[in-house]
Nanobody, 123 residues
Framework: QVQLVESGGGLVQAGGSLRLSCAASGRSFSSYAMGWFRQAPGKEREFVGR????????YVADSLKGRFTISRDNAKNTAYLEMNSLIREDTAVYYC????????????????WGQGTQVTVSS
């Protein structure tokens, strides 16, 4: 079992950057593939990106490529979401999630979720 805690959210002006962190408890973090999702008010949860358990492979949703980057540091039990050139439409609660085995773009495939961190982009 793993527990996830996101941090790094906040209020940022359009064009700015944020780096979200997802800290995991437990000693088997490197066994889990990680995913990032977001949910804006009144909208369904949206896939942002994913990364393999070893960190050798990552994928960001096509609409976010070039602005968002996913990484992880297994020695620190932490995954990251780097967000650049933020726009108002990026405003949402951002969640990290973990699952054993392969990565997935489907939220229903993930077993463990953090509580989320709010990102608000002002124009």
């Amino acid at each position: 079992q793993v527990q996830l805690v996101e941090s790094g959210g906040g209020l940022v002006q359009a064009g700015g950057s944020l780096r979200l962190s997802c800290a995991a408890s437990g000693r088997s973090f490197s066994s889990y593939a990680m995913g990032w999702f977001r949910q804006a008010p009144g909208k369904e949860r949206e896939f942002v990106g994913r990364i393999t358990s070893g960190g050798g492979g990552s994928y960001v949703a096509d609409s976010l490529k070039g602005r968002f980057t996913i990484s992880r540091d297994n020695a620190k039990n932490t995954a990251y979401l780097e967000m650049n050139s933020l726009i108002r439409e990026d405003t949402a609660v951002y969640y990290c999630a973990a699952r054993r085995g392969y990565t997935s773009s489907r939220s229903s495939d993930y077993e463990y979720w953090g509580q989320g961190t709010q990102v608000t982009v002002s124009s």
